[in-house]
């Protein structure tokens, strides 16, 4: 039986009922809350043992393993519901590109643990970069003599400052030079790391390992009042979930009739979220049905993939068969064909049989191509976001719950994962600061999940933008080959209004008519490759792609400059232009954006004292004027690099300031860094990054210790071009020292000239409590 029920919004006056909003001074939720909720069997609740934890997780995707091993890292103990078997779960390729912000915070995750390696067992798996570089065009995958096209992206280096990272149409074989440009010092990389491609169930399961070695099972000695261990079942569906406003506890039922209680739910379960469409009811805003599409996952005999050149992504312009189809590792491949409901259907127009001959007129009509058909799934690619990210009792939606996007761009994973980067250091403050009865007695969860809506929303929103655009750039491709893609829905159209006189089985077989007339002409691609239709092809294409109006691969200021502040969040693209998304921004400092990444020296006492510090992938030499042995670190998520087990979660206060100003007996920093923590309730840890100048005296080891502020402060030294690569605002620009506030996240929080107590606090507030002052 469903029960519905009401967190109450009512003033307490007359009647003592909570009231779950937040001030009137905030914006409500626009989803009702009348909160839906699948009752639980009183009678089996009653006979069964709850486990209590602090959060529990649905969903076993790569948000929600990911969401668990920050968890993990922050010592807050968690919960994580899975429906399916991890053989089930980790079996069938999806998304396949992490770009440089989830390579960045997956190095910082993994430098929380770093005896599992995690970054380095992801960064193992992954193909050699020049099997996934380029996008090939073509009749098929496997004619090199025939293909049209070939575009190769700058995916073997960190993404460059004000450059173009669009991909570049060539010819040639001779792809290695096209991009190399390592050791010239006059690019500025915006990260230390560059992007990755790897399989989503591959990458899901170096994950899972990664937690589930440190999921230890519960002792059947320990008593009932000692705390939850962490732990991951896969195998159990949530099926009812029940919110009690006395305890303020959420129960959750699974298909097992296991039962469990949290205060905070993190929905990672997916686009057909039972939690938000179900429990919540939050609608999503955007386009539904962009364009039907069916999955083809197959795998080649390793014979057939050796005659398959390398590619990330191959496009088959086919007279049997119009597809992209996505390489994600050796022999093993998805195919994304599209339908047109109604007059097409998965049921009678992709059988076994139908898409056999799909795929191997895809793999060029050999006979010994040999292939394994794995799986004919159906999908629906849409562009939604949800219109709420949170309820106000303490459910959370982050991944593919939250946001839905076109693939073209591959933002959906990504999203999800920058989402729990987001979200999980709030719920390890809230956990910190929590009471005997697990409130918090700092923060409340509407705070947190009002903040949380207002700096992940809009990112989504953009970037769902963005993948629409993608998606056009996909239909600008076709159109070169003279498929306009209006054109099957004119023609659907003008057959539905047809319906009152003409049967349906009539109308579909004059689409099927029309749909085979239209891909006709493709089969000269093939036949006649030097012909007049495919020289025309080839030269609209090479017009297209060669100006750049193809699918790119990298998106710097989506991946790397998007911003948390409501006052600087400029919209960077309007819908519908092709403008800037390819082109790279410059360094720069400002609060809400990503603390800018600058190549940094740590000398060897510095890294014994916070041994989190990641030495940086690609280095150069070290200053002329250090005599010492120095190690390259990045200045990005500085926060997570300098934390400890004992404190996995802080902020961090930097003094940026030139070698020539410092005063060794300084300690108004360590001051700084103490009088913040104190007022704020927060961690916070000191940095110093000390800009130094080539005439600068040499800085042996016993002069560097002079610079060391303790335990409690890090010193890391800069290059001076380094620093004045970074663009600071306008008020800060000829201050000769500059003070900034990292959050957990990697985020700047504030940027000031001076070290104002009051503005720091006041602005970290903005950030971490309530958007207006407590009173």
Same mark, same amino acid.
């Given at each position: 039986?469903?029960?519905?029920?009401?967190?109450?919004?009512?003033?307490?006056?007359?009647?003592?009922?909570?009231?779950?909003?937040?001030?009137?001074?905030?914006?409500?939720?626009?989803?009702?809350?009348?909160?839906?909720?699948?009752?639980?069997?009183?009678?089996?609740?009653?006979?069964?043992?709850?486990?209590?934890?602090?959060?529990?997780?649905?969903?076993?995707?790569?948000?929600?393993?990911?969401?668990?091993? +920050?968890?993990?890292?922050?010592?807050?103990?968690?919960?994580?519901?899975?429906?399916?078997?991890?053989?089930?779960? /980790?079996?069938?390729?999806?998304?396949?590109?992490?770009?440089?912000?989830?390579?960045?915070?997956?190095?910082?995750?993994?430098?929380?643990?770093?005896?599992?390696?995690?970054?380095?067992?992801?960064?193992?798996? +992954?193909?050699?970069?020049?099997?996934?570089?380029? &996008?090939?065009?073509?009749?098929?995958?496997?004619?090199?003599?025939?293909?049209?096209?070939?575009?190769?992206?700058?995916?073997?280096?960190?993404?460059?400052?004000?450059?173009?990272?669009?991909?570049?149409?060539?010819?040639?074989?001779?792809?290695?030079?096209?991009?190399?440009?390592?050791?010239?010092?006059? !690019?500025?990389?915006?990260?230390?790391?560059?992007?990755?491609?790897?399989?989503?169930?591959?990458?899901?399961?170096?994950?899972?390992?990664?937690?589930?070695?440190?999921?230890?099972?519960?002792?059947?000695?320990?008593?009932?009042?000692?705390?939850?261990?962490?732990?991951?079942?896969?195998?159990?569906?949530?099926?009812?979930?029940?919110?009690?406003?006395? %305890?303020?506890?959420?129960?959750?039922?699974?298909?097992?009739?296991?039962?469990?209680?949290?205060?905070?739910?993190?929905?990672?379960?997916?686009?057909?979220?039972?939690?938000?469409?179900?429990?919540?009811?939050?609608?999503?805003?955007?386009?539904?049905?962009?364009?039907?599409?069916?999955?083809?996952?197959?795998?080649?005999?390793?014979?057939?993939?050796?005659?398959?050149?390398?590619?990330?992504?191959?496009?088959? #312009?086919?007279?049997?068969?119009?597809?992209?189809?996505?390489?994600?590792?050796?022999?093993?491949?998805?195919?994304?064909?599209? =339908?047109?409901?109604?007059?097409?259907?998965?049921?009678?127009?992709?059988?076994?049989?139908?898409?056999?001959?799909?795929?191997?007129?895809?793999?060029? *009509?050999?006979?010994?191509?040999?292939?394994?058909?794995?799986?004919?799934?159906?999908?629906?690619?849409?562009?939604?976001?949800?219109?709420?990210?949170?309820? $106000?009792?303490?459910? !959370?939606?982050?991944?593919?719950?939250?946001?839905?996007?076109?693939?073209?761009?591959?933002?959906?994973?990504? %999203?999800?994962?920058?989402?729990?980067?987001?979200?999980?250091?709030?719920?390890?403050?809230?956990?910190?600061?929590?009471?005997? $009865?697990?409130?918090?007695?700092?923060?409340?969860?509407?705070?947190?999940?009002?903040? =949380?809506?207002?700096?992940?929303?809009?990112?989504?929103?953009?970037?769902?933008?963005?993948?629409?655009?993608?998606?056009q750039r996909v239909l600008g491709v076709?159109?070169?080959? =003279?498929?306009?893609?209006?054109?099957?829905?004119?023609?659907?159209?003008?057959?539905?209004?047809?319906?009152?006189?003409?049967? !349906?089985?009539?109308?579909?077989?004059? &689409?099927? %008519?029309?749909?085979?007339?239209?891909?006709?002409?493709?089969?000269?691609?093939?036949?006649?490759?030097? *012909? &007049?239709?495919?020289?025309?092809?080839?030269?609209?294409?090479?017009?297209?792609?060669?100006?750049?109006?193809?699918?790119?691969?990298?998106?710097?200021?989506?991946?790397?400059?998007?911003?948390?502040?409501?006052?600087?969040?400029?919209?960077?693209?309007?819908?519908?232009? #092709?403008?800037?998304?390819?082109?790279?921004?410059?360094?720069?400092?400002?609060?809400?954006?990503?603390?800018?990444?600058?190549?940094?020296?740590?000398?060897?006492?510095?890294?014994?004292?916070?041994?989190?510090?990641?030495?940086?992938?690609?280095? %150069?030499?070290?200053?002329?004027?250090?005599?010492?042995?120095?190690?390259?670190?990045?200045?990005?998520?500085?926060?997570?690099?300098?934390?400890?087990?004992?404190?996995?979660?802080?902020?961090?206060?930097?003094?940026?300031? /030139?070698?020539?100003?410092?005063?060794?007996?300084?300690?108004?920093?360590?001051?700084?860094?103490?009088?913040?923590?104190?007022?704020?309730?927060?961690?916070?840890?000191?940095?110093?990054?000390?800009?130094?100048?080539?005439?600068?005296?040499?800085?042996?080891?016993?002069?560097?210790?002079?610079?060391? *502020?303790?335990?409690?402060?890090?010193?890391? !030294?800069?290059?001076?071009?380094?620093?004045?690569?970074?663009?600071?605002?306008?008020?800060?620009?000829?201050?000769?020292?500059? =003070?900034?506030?990292?959050?957990?996240?990697?985020?700047?929080?504030?940027?000031?000239?001076? $070290?104002?107590?009051?503005?720091?606090?006041?602005?970290?507030?903005?950030?971490?409590y309530k958007s207006h002052e407590r009173?």
């Amino acid at each position: 039986m469903i029960r519905r029920f009401r967190v109450h919004t009512s003033s307490s006056k007359g009647g003592g009922r909570r009231n779950w909003l937040p001030s009137t001074q905030r914006k409500k939720p626009s989803w009702s809350i009348g909160t839906r909720c699948f009752s639980l069997d009183a009678k089996i609740v009653s006979s069964k043992q709850q486990e209590k934890y602090p959060v529990v997780i649905v969903g076993g995707g790569p948000t929600g393993l990911f969401m668990a091993h +920050m968890l993990q890292s922050y010592g807050v103990p968690f919960l994580l519901l899975e429906a399916h078997s991890p053989e089930k779960r /980790f079996r069938h390729p999806q998304a396949h590109f992490l770009n440089s912000r989830s390579m960045e915070i997956l190095k910082c995750a993994s430098r929380l643990h770093p005896s599992h390696s995690m970054y380095e067992k992801i960064r193992n798996a +992954m193909p050699p970069v020049k099997e996934w570089n380029s &996008f090939l065009f073509g009749p098929d995958m496997t004619s090199k003599d025939k293909m049209i096209a070939k575009v190769v992206h700058p995916v073997n280096r960190p993404l460059l400052a004000n450059r173009d990272a669009n991909g570049i149409l060539t010819n040639t074989a001779a792809d290695d030079e096209i991009f190399n440009e390592e050791g010239n010092r006059s !690019f500025i990389p915006l990260s230390d790391v560059s992007v990755g491609h790897l399989a989503q169930h591959t990458f899901c399961k170096i994950l899972y390992d990664a937690v589930l070695e440190r999921c230890p099972e519960r002792q059947g000695d320990e008593s009932e009042k000692s705390p939850p261990s962490n732990k991951i079942l896969f195998g159990n569906r949530v099926v009812a979930c029940d919110w009690d406003e006395t %305890t303020r506890d959420w129960t959750i039922q699974t298909n097992n009739n296991n039962f469990f209680q949290t205060p905070i739910i993190v929905a990672a379960d997916g686009a057909r979220s039972f939690l938000r469409e179900k429990v919540l009811s939050i609608p999503m805003d955007g386009q539904t049905t962009i364009q039907n599409l069916m999955n083809v996952h197959f795998r080649l005999s390793e014979q057939a993939e050796k005659k398959v050149p390398k590619a990330m992504l191959y496009t088959v #312009f086919s007279k049997q068969v119009l597809a992209m189809i996505v390489r994600h590792g050796p022999g093993d491949y998805v195919m994304q064909i599209p =339908y047109f409901a109604p007059y097409q259907t998965p049921k009678q127009d992709f059988s076994m049989e139908k898409v056999k001959g799909m795929v191997k007129a895809a793999l060029g *009509g050999e006979g010994n191509m040999e292939f394994e058909l794995l799986s004919i799934r159906p999908w629906t690619m849409g562009s939604l976001v949800a219109r709420d990210y949170f309820s $106000n009792n303490g459910l !959370f939606l982050v991944g593919d719950a939250a946001h839905v996007f076109p693939p073209a761009g591959g933002f959906g994973m990504n %999203t999800g994962l920058q989402d729990v980067f987001t979200l999980a250091w709030r719920l390890a403050l809230l956990h910190m600061t929590s009471g005997t $009865n697990g409130t918090s007695t700092r923060f409340t969860l509407e705070d947190f999940g009002y903040l =949380y809506q207002n700096e992940r929303q809009p990112v989504a929103r953009n970037n769902a933008a963005l993948s629409v655009r993608n998606y056009q750039r996909v239909l600008g491709v076709m159109e070169s080959c =003279y498929l306009n893609h209006q054109h099957p829905k004119a023609l659907i159209a003008a057959l539905d209004a047809t319906s009152p006189f003409i049967p !349906f089985s009539a109308r579909r077989q004059t &689409f099927e %008519t029309l749909l085979q007339a239209a891909l006709l002409p493709l089969g000269q691609l093939q036949v006649a490759p030097h *012909g &007049f239709f495919a020289n025309r092809v080839k030269k609209n294409l090479h017009r297209l792609l060669g100006s750049g109006q193809g699918l790119p691969l990298l998106f710097p200021q989506h991946e790397l400059q998007f911003t948390y502040s409501e006052t600087e969040r400029k919209r960077i693209a309007i819908d519908g232009e #092709f403008i800037n998304d390819t082109k790279a921004p410059s360094r720069c400092l400002s609060v809400g954006t990503l603390f800018p990444h600058m190549s940094a020296w740590a000398t060897d006492d510095t890294l014994e004292v916070f041994p989190r510090l990641a030495q940086c992938e690609s280095s %150069t030499s070290v200053p002329t004027v250090f005599t010492s042995t120095l190690t390259q670190v990045s200045t990005r998520d500085l926060a997570v690099q300098l934390s400890s087990k004992h404190v996995p979660c802080l902020f961090c206060v930097v003094e940026i300031m /030139f070698f020539n100003n410092l005063n060794i007996d300084d300690s108004s920093l360590a001051l700084l860094g103490r009088e913040l923590q104190d007022s704020l309730g927060l961690p916070f840890l000191s940095v110093r990054l000390v800009v130094i100048c080539d005439n600068d005296s040499s800085i042996n080891n016993n002069s560097l210790k002079d610079f060391m *502020g303790g335990c409690n402060t890090a010193t890391l !030294f800069l290059e001076k071009e380094e620093w004045k690569s970074v663009t600071l605002p306008e008020n800060l620009r000829a201050s000769s020292t500059v =003070y900034a506030i990292i959050r957990p996240d990697g985020h700047v929080a504030a940027v000031t000239s001076s $070290n104002s107590r009051n503005h720091m606090i006041q602005e970290v507030r903005k950030n971490v409590y309530k958007s207006h002052e407590r009173s």
